[in-house]
């Protein structure tokens, strides 16, 4: 199941969850889980600080700094911020953002390992 959520199934459960900040973190945490897996790195992804030691990994592999910013502003979604509707979408859009940096990343990844 770990390269079909990567490479579309994350996108599904994305959509139904887009109102919900919090959920749209999880659904983030949970991409980034799959992604671990796939690409044998032992680590479970159970919270926001699991979360980045994947993301500095996949940093570390493909010297995309700016999925550092990204998953900054994903992470703030964890805890639902108090701001306006308008600073929400922007982070909620920035999420989407990083998490498809995360699937280019993983599937450009996993092609090289084939």
């Known amino acids: 199941m770990s390269i079909e959520?990567?490479?579309?199934?994350f996108r599904t459960e994305?959509?139904?969850?887009l109102s919900n900040p919090i959920k749209v973190h999880e659904v983030c945490l949970r991409l980034l889980s799959e992604v671990?897996?796939?690409l044998d790195i032992n680590q479970c992804v159970k919270s926001t600080e699991d979360g980045w030691i994947i993301v500095n990994k996949l940093i570390e592999i493909s010297n995309e700094y700016?999925?550092?910013?990204?998953y900054a502003e994903n992470s703030c979604l964890a805890s639902?911020?108090?701001?306006?509707?308008?600073?929400l979408g922007m982070l909620i859009r920035d999420s989407?953002?990083?998490?498809?940096?995360?699937?280019t990343i993983a599937l450009g990844l996993l092609q090289g390992k084939q």
Do not use: H, W
């Open 80 to 87: 639902k911020p108090q701001v306006n509707e308008l600073v």
């Open 5 to 9: 959520y990567i490479k579309d199934g």
């Open 66 to 70: 700016v999925l550092a910013r990204f």
């Open 14 to 17: 994305l959509a139904s969850n």
């Open 36 to 38: 671990a897996k796939v």
């Open 96 to 103: 989407i953002t990083c998490m498809e940096k995360i699937r």
